[in-house]
């Protein structure tokens, strides 16, 4: 009874677009009523109670719901998306209530009632912080060395974070580097990739593959460890090295051979939470 009329509300205020934390006051008053008289008609104790409390725990899900668990949008502003979003919020919030003022009372069950519902909203109302939390903690126990070159007039505009399994049997990073047009000087970009020192070494990345878009690749190996792939025709230079416990793969377009081997000393550690800032 409750779900379904808020949801409507919502799609003809704000459409599919469930990422705002403020939900219109229109949407907590409707719970509030239409919770009251769906508790007396089911003949719920207190139900005067649990109307306000059930249809204020609604409001609280409904709009944390929103934020924490987007609706996709597939084909555009579909009530019939939006609306499992506020039914499953009223469904919690009103099975709670109820629960709580049950007789004889429970002290837990009332302390579920208030705690879920605040703790979602609040949840919802820090999203981008807790996103960001999860993201540090999924760098800091990734096991890829945190390192990142300091390249002169590039600057780091990506980062990813491959897990084990998913590309590569071990882990990696993969950060990406731009250099701006200029009337003297065209883009550029850098691709840097780190592994864990187990990912393999320099010489047998670099021979990993010999073709690339039926170009014929070469590699050709440089003092200190450091192997060079180029292909004929192609503006691409990849360089394999290792860099203190880590294998490292700096692959350029309109970059210089020698240019791309110097970026190899500029390795430095960098955190965990400046690698999350940029991604």
Not at 92 to 107: D, I, N, Q, T, Y
Not at 111 to 118: C, D, E, G, I, R
Request: contains cysteine; charged residues 15%.
């Amino acid at each position: 009874m409750t779900g379904i009329p808020t949801a409507i509300i919502w799609v003809n205020m704000q459409g599919e677009e469930l990422d705002g934390t403020g939900l219109p006051p229109a949407m907590f008053l409707l719970s509030i009523i239409l919770g009251t008289v769906g508790a007396r008609l089911a003949g719920l104790p207190r139900w005067g109670v649990v109307g306000l409390v059930g249809g204020s725990a609604t409001w609280l899900l409904m709009g944390a719901l929103a934020v924490l668990v987007p609706i996709p949008e597939l084909f555009g502003p579909l009530p019939a998306l939006v609306a499992p979003v506020h039914v499953v919020g009223g469904a919690v919030g009103f099975a709670l209530s109820a629960w709580s003022f049950m007789v004889p009372l429970r002290w837990w069950a009332v302390a579920l009632a208030v705690v879920v519902p605040l703790g979602s909203w609040g949840a919802a109302q820090y999203k981008p912080q807790i996103l960001a939390w999860f993201e540090v903690r999924s760098f800091e126990r990734s096991g890829v060395p945190l390192i990142a070159p300091e390249i002169q007039g590039y600057r780091l505009v990506h980062v990813d974070l491959n897990a084990a399994g998913q590309r590569e049997p071990e882990p990696s990073t993969w950060l990406e580097y731009w250099r701006d047009a200029t009337p003297n000087r065209g883009f550029s970009e850098i691709q840097v990739t780190v592994w864990p020192a187990a990912a393999g070494n320099p010489r047998d990345s670099c021979l990993a593959v010999t073709e690339n878009f039926e170009v014929p690749l070469r590699c050709k190996s440089l003092p200190g460890d450091r192997w060079v792939r180029t292909g004929a025709g192609s503006s691409w230079v990849t360089v394999f090295a290792r860099s203190g416990d880590a294998l490292v793969m700096l692959n350029g377009s309109g970059i210089a051979e020698a240019d791309l081997v110097a970026a190899l000393s500029t390795f430095r550690p960098i955190s965990a939470v400046e690698l999350a800032m940029v991604t």
